[in-house]
């Protein structure tokens, strides 16, 4: 079996990133339908932390179609940017999620 080249490693790395994006979804789905049966002043709090959230979703999603065409060290930024965002969103996740508590 040969090692895998930068390139399926760079596959791989934005293969996995795809995927927790959906996990993140999901995520935002299940927070949505707690939101819903929050009362009025509760449920537009919840809505705009998770409007938050969905942002910073996309502007991951955004760098990572922008480091799917890139190489080399262009690819290693991008990639540094993706480990930021995803930081970034885990992070503010965390955050709502005590509050929802």
């Known amino acids: 079996r040969r090692p895998l080249s930068e390139d ?4 791989k790395f934005a293969d996995a990133v795809e995927n927790e994006l ?4 999901t995520y935002f789905e299940r927070l949505q339908a707690q939101t819903a049966m929050r009362a009025a002043s509760a449920r537009e709090q919840s809505e705009a932390a998770i409007s938050d959230l969905r942002r910073r979703r ?3 999603a955004e760098q990572l179609a922008d480091a799917r065409t ?3 060290e262009a690819w290693d930024e991008r990639k540094q940017r993706i480990a930021a965002a995803r930081d970034d969103l885990e992070r503010k996740a ?3 999620s005590a509050t929802f508590k």
């Open 94 to 96: 965390d955050e709502v």
């Open 22 to 25: 959906h996990s993140w979804d």
């Open 70 to 72: 890139a190489s080399g």
């Open 8 to 11: 399926d490693l760079a596959e």
């Open 58 to 60: 996309n502007t991951l």
